[in-house]
């Protein structure tokens, strides 16, 4: 590996590694990957998990999945319909609502970070089916239905 120190790590080593990705370690000689790669043997949200079990690797991958799936299942919820609850109920609901949302996608957004390949597909997966099971087309029975209609409780997430 080849050493690349400057003022700017703020107490990190950045070194290149031998399959040209980037690594980065900290005076415990922590290791931190800075491109993607492939492998069971990763750190995912928690400090040593799941570890370097296969196992407890898939499960992993599941609970990922799953987040991107619930995600994208609060996105397009329809809790509250229009006029069957009072007006100050229904933002505490889609204010709850939109704090799951994020908070969620935060935990996926982070795990992601993790830079491990199946940790991506398997988000990438749950948001996928979340869309098609619960915000695409697919399931309408009425094709014709007006577009601009409330289709969910909480605003689309957009940067």
Excluded at 66 to 74: K, R, S
Excluded at 120 to 147: C, W
């Amino acid at each position: 590996m080849e050493k690349l120190n400057d003022d700017h790590t703020h107490g990190m080593m950045m070194y290149n590694s031998s399959d040209g990705g980037m690594t980065m370690m900290n005076h415990r000689k922590m290791m931190m990957h800075m491109t993607f790669f492939w492998g069971s043997n990763t750190q995912i949200l928690f400090s040593g998990w799941p570890g370097t079990r296969t196992g407890m690797y898939v499960l992993a991958l599941i609970a990922v999945f799953m987040l991107a799936f619930l995600v994208e299942g609060i996105s397009h919820s329809r809790l509250t319909k229009s006029g069957s609850i009072h007006h100050v109920t229904a933002g505490l609901v889609q204010t709850l609502l939109h704090a799951l949302r994020v908070g969620l996608a935060y935990l996926v957004m982070l795990a992601i970070m993790s830079f491990n390949g199946g940790v991506f597909l398997a988000a990438m997966a749950g948001h996928s089916l979340g869309f098609f099971l619960f915000g695409s087309r697919f399931f309408n029975k009425n094709p014709t239905t007006v577009p601009a209609a409330k289709t969910s409780d909480l605003t689309p997430m957009s940067c």
